[in-house]
T-cell receptor
Framework: DAGVIQSPRHEVTEMGQEVTLRCKPI?????LFWYRQTMMRGLELLIY????????DSGMPEDRFSAKMPNASFSTLKIQPSEPRDSAVYFC??????????????FGPGTRLTVL | AQKITQTQPGMFVQEKEAVTLDCTYD???????LFWYKQPSSGEMIFLIY??????QNATEGRYSLNFQKARKSANLVISASQLGDSAMYFC?????????FGAGTTVTVRA
């Protein structure tokens, strides 16, 4: 079974450039989450979608970050313009969201972003 | 305010011994879930075990067990019979509604 798929796995870019991270959730999952992991701040939830609708984007750091989920099988996280402090590992996760069941989140392999 | 607290930045354990990783949480919601994830050096996040706030019994999954003390708001992970492959970072997380909040993690190093 295919898990959560993220691309690219590694991205190196220069400050000011646009960066687009991609995620394909597990088929049938109806919730999708974007996280950022850094040494300083640990794992932070940036935004999550339920049935393709953004539910909570309070973790998005600033207007330079945007996320979309045009359909149930694809999501993007865009940073424009990128800055060195955006360097981190970005994880996408998906789950089958029903209350009162486990509905653990399955994580993708992550995208390691380096902004020079 | 910190929702999940893991007070042990790093731990060493001898192979074949048990290790307990501490996790305390803070919530006023009566319905929540507690998770433990493992992150090996390769970077992926691996789900280990889950405890629901209404579950009466402690969760177990193979060598992993969760010591859930609701009144103390603690959800410690016990790994029994440690193996070299258990060396990794371990994260405790709490789900409220659909959102997961993660602790800072504990690095476990298993010694041969």
């Amino acid at each position: 079974d295919a898990g959560v798929i993220q691309s690219p796995r590694h991205e190196v870019t220069e400050m000011g450039q646009e960066v687009t991270l991609r995620c394909k959730p597990i088929s049938g999952h109806n919730s999708l989450f974007w996280y950022r992991q850094t040494m300083m701040r640990g794992l932070e939830l940036l935004i999550y979608f339920n049935n393709n609708v953004p539910i909570d984007d309070s973790g998005m750091p600033e207007d330079r970050f945007s996320a979309k989920m045009p359909n149930a099988s694809f999501s993007t996280l865009k940073i424009q313009p990128s800055e060195p402090r955006d360097s981190a590992v970005y994880f996408c996760a998906s789950s089958l969201a029903f209350r009162l069941v486990v509905n653990e989140q399955f994580f993708g392999p992550g995208t390691r972003l380096t902004v020079l | 305010a910190q929702k999940i607290t893991q007070t042990q930045p790093g731990m060493f354990v001898q192979e074949k011994e048990a290790v307990t990783l501490d996790c305390t949480y803070d919530t006023s919601d009566p319905s929540y879930g507690l998770f433990w994830y493992k992150q090996p050096s390769s970077g992926e996040m691996i789900f280990l075990i889950y405890q629901g706030s209404y579950d009466q019994q402690n969760a177990t999954e193979g060598r992993y067990s969760l010591n859930f003390q609701k009144a103390r708001k603690s959800a410690n992970l016990v790994i029994s019979a440690s193996q070299l492959g258990d060396s990794a970072m371990y994260f405790c997380a709490m789900r409220e509604n659909d959102k997961l909040s993660f602790g800072a993690g504990t690095t476990v190093t298993v010694r041969a």
